[in-house]
């Protein structure tokens, strides 16, 4: 009888150490979704998801870069400000390697707006810009693209609250991180 209860004394703790293991790794206490990936006429990969992040409780957008010269994936890092609350990353690259990140952030109010981030190849991943504007809530509808000269279009569907509409917006940008004032397109 001791011997049995010696054995499932030993399966108990060893199912607990193995639970607190488990439960305090970085990959537990994260929950990704939303994974968007893209290449370029090199094979340099770029990747970018949705993450809960633990410190703040908010969604952030992390990414990821592979170098094909190298053969090695970059660490992730956040793109996003992780005090807003950040989901549906997208990104587009172009044949140099240059590349857009795009998502929506809501802020404390609940008012979300799409943000970007630019890579150059081979340099870091810019600061996010708020691209579009605050007097609108930003759907979940967007998209974007950039080609070889650098010009970068994003458009999105905008609603506005009060009276219950939405229209397509749209706005852009060049890899140096200059944006147009965003314009409506539909009425």
């Not at 229209?167 to 890899?175: A, C, F, I, S, Y």
């Amino acid at each position: 009888m001791l011997k049995l209860q010696t054995i499932l004394f030993h399966k108990i703790s060893i199912f607990i150490l193995m639970f607190c293991f488990i439960n305090a790794s970085s990959e537990a206490l994260e929950y990704s979704t939303s994974p968007q990936i893209a290449i370029d006429a090199q094979g340099n990969v770029a990747t970018v998801w949705q993450s809960l992040y633990s410190l703040s409780g908010n969604n952030v957008i992390e990414f990821r870069y592979y170098d094909s010269l190298s053969t090695t994936w970059s660490t992730e890092i956040i793109v996003s400000d992780p005090l807003l609350n950040s989901y549906t990353p997208s990104l587009a690259i172009n044949g140099k390697g240059d590349l857009v990140i795009v998502w929506i952030s809501s802020d404390v109010d609940g008012i979300s707006s799409l943000y970007a981030s630019i890579k150059l190849f081979q340099e870091a991943v810019s600061a996010p810009t708020r691209v579009s504007l605050t007097t609108s809530l930003t759907m979940d509808a967007y998209s974007m693209d950039v080609n070889n000269n650098g010009d970068i279009v994003v458009s999105w569907t905008g609603f506005f609250p009060p009276t219950y509409t939405s229209v397509v917006r749209e706005t852009r940008g060049n890899l140096d991180g200059t944006w147009q004032a965003p314009r409506t397109l539909s009425n």
